[in-house]
């Protein structure tokens, strides 16, 4: 679809787009006092310049299309959800996309809702630790040296330049992300055949480990 044009029956509604939203909060914040994590939080996204947060990592096809003149609108904002990697290829995004427009202008209306909140005072990816599976792993200070090592049977699927070609980015997580996310593996949270057989013989140090060198790279 053009950018520029958004095919739809009705208006957006911002209470339907919150349910279409649980999609995305697990790498995006957005509302009072959100942060960055996986993804950038999306305080203030309405023209906003592409890959313009300072305090965010993105990858360099984002970067490209911000100084190229790229602005978040609903027009463009409504382009990239419906197929993110065609939009910018590059992208870190691993979304495959939302077919359904009617869905894109309920997202979308939600977005301009709870945006014009202010992000944190310090947006950097949160790093306080709860009573969670994962904490004891989130006290180590990883060795990165160790997880590069160990981190040859993750790059045998997940690229190391960051692109999200249908398997997502692990480059750059913040260490808490990270960790959260291979013991959801681990203990089953998610249903991933292969991740689980990755993780189920890692402790505390290697998955410590194995976040420190990931988040060390820089996505291209």
């Not at 909060?25 to 313009?52: E, M, T, W, Y």
């Not at 989130?138 to 060795?143: P, Y």
Request: proline share 5%.
């Amino acid at each position: 679809m053009a950018s520029g044009q958004i095919h739809a029956t009705e208006p957006g509604d911002p209470a339907k787009g919150e349910d279409l939203y649980r999609a995305c909060k697990s790498c995006h914040q957005i509302g009072d006092n959100a942060r960055n994590g996986v993804g950038p939080h999306l305080d203030g996204l309405f023209g906003r310049q592409a890959g313009s947060l300072e305090e965010f990592r993105y990858s360099g096809a984002m970067q490209q299309k911000g100084q190229d003149g790229l602005v978040w609108n609903e027009f463009t904002i409504d382009a990239y959800l419906e197929k993110p990697n065609a939009y910018i290829p590059g992208t870190r995004m691993s979304y495959r996309g939302m077919r359904d427009p009617q869905d894109r202008l309920h997202v979308i209306a939600y977005l301009k809702a709870l945006s014009a909140a202010p992000p944190a005072a310090d947006a950097a990816a949160n790093t306080d630790i709860g009573a969670e599976i994962g904490a004891a792993a989130m006290q180590l200070e990883g060795d990165v040296e160790y997880g590069e090592y160990l981190s040859t049977e993750c790059v045998t699927c997940h690229q190391m330049s960051g692109r999200a070609d249908g398997i997502p980015s692990i480059v750059g997580w913040p260490n808490n992300a990270f960790i959260r996310a291979l013991f959801e593996y681990k203990t089953n949270v998610r249903s991933h055949q292969v991740m689980q057989n990755m993780t189920v013989n890692l402790g505390n140090e290697e998955i410590a480990a194995l976040a420190a060198y990931f988040a060390t790279l820089e996505p291209q």
